[in-house]
DNA sequence: TCGATCATGTAACAGGTTACATGATTTT
DNA sequence: AAAATCATGTAACCTGTTACATGATCGA
């Protein structure tokens, strides 16, 4: 049920082509919500259907013509109940966790690399992040209450990361005292 | 595929029933890995067809049988193989950030509850993290491997709490800069 | 010439949620 | 008297992943 929430709130920024909208997933909505371009594809055919957005076919040529989706009353409807209602945390599920909880079984070096690779990924993660603050959320000027929120929504992301890394630090500070013997 | 290897993680430490089971992954599992009593008892049934783990049947009065499961070697060597091979990181998924998103279509008073809900939420698990951590990883002689891996599991829910928390203080904030209308 | 980018989709399958079902015992 | 705890499950449904499909253009 959140993914065309999560679609619409995109919408509601700017009409986007399902293709757009699968790189902004990817990209300034990574800390926020995650789709694949199949799942966005037939939830933007879905949310046509019930009249929640509006299509402008434009054509190409060598390419399939751009289908682009522009959220229209009802769907801002839609959005604005939604946003306003409390839902659950969502559950946790996290197999490099899986696998300290089976510490015994560990491969050591192995795991060490699987700790490097995550630690570039966040890294990565938290560099992007930050240059889009710098980028969008630094003026000195008052922002509107929408960007102010967005903001938030970003720092979550980056405030997430750093704590990631920290804790990464505590796992191979561990790893380094037990390859040690301490 | 990662709930089996969570479930035989689960019973790597100890023999334990479908209802066991449960209780753990809302308890001492809740920030690695999340499962419906559901989901359980049906990927225990298929874990024990396949020969991953053996059961034992203890007869009660008034209640059902309890089954008592037990990982075996099979088991053992399945759980070890996946441990050591690396895994992509789950997608974030969070409706909380969406609704920030969406910023300008907020109500204030309810983000405000829904925020305070939260952080009672946080501070909750936070508090239940810490006090694991006090009773079982804070033994002042050498911890064997394993659970010195079990504990850096733990010390994710605790450092990942407390940015939460850091975090909702940014957003607090910023409301209250708006209320105030700064 | 090979892989990446642009641009859309269908279909099968796996994983997870919600609703339903039973029933004794213990706690409030 | 009602609600929570103990203890197991089935079934329908919704969500998300993986595999498959097409085809032009552009940069290395």
Not at 2 to 22: C, I, M, N, S, V
Not at 91 to 117: Q, Y
Request: proline letters at 4%; glycine letters at 6%.
């Amino acid at each position: 049920m959140a993914l065309r929430f999560a679609l619409l709130a995109a919408l509601y920024e700017e009409p986007l082509t399902g293709y757009d909208l699968t790189l902004k997933f990817k990209t300034r909505l990574a800390n926020v919500w995650n789709a694949s371009h199949q799942q966005i594809y037939k939830e933007l055919g879905k949310l046509h259907e019930e009249g929640l957005v509006s299509v402008e076919d434009i054509p190409q040529q060598g390419k399939p013509d751009k289908r682009l989706y522009r959220i229209n009353e009802t769907g801002e409807a839609a959005l604005s109940d939604w946003v306003n209602t409390a839902h659950n945390r969502p559950p946790t599920r996290d197999p490099l966790l899986v696998k300290l909880f089976a510490g015994g079984l560990l491969d050591r070096d192995k795991l060490a690399h699987e700790l490097a690779d995550t630690r570039q990924i966040w890294r990565e993660q938290l560099a992007y992040y930050r240059s889009v603050e710098a980028q969008y959320f630094t003026s000195r000027a008052e922002m509107p209450a929408h960007f102010r929120f967005q903001h938030l929504a970003l720092r979550r992301g980056i405030l997430g990361m750093e704590s990631n890394l920290q804790w990464l630090g505590e796992v191979e500070a561990m790893l380094a005292d037990l390859a040690a013997g301490v």
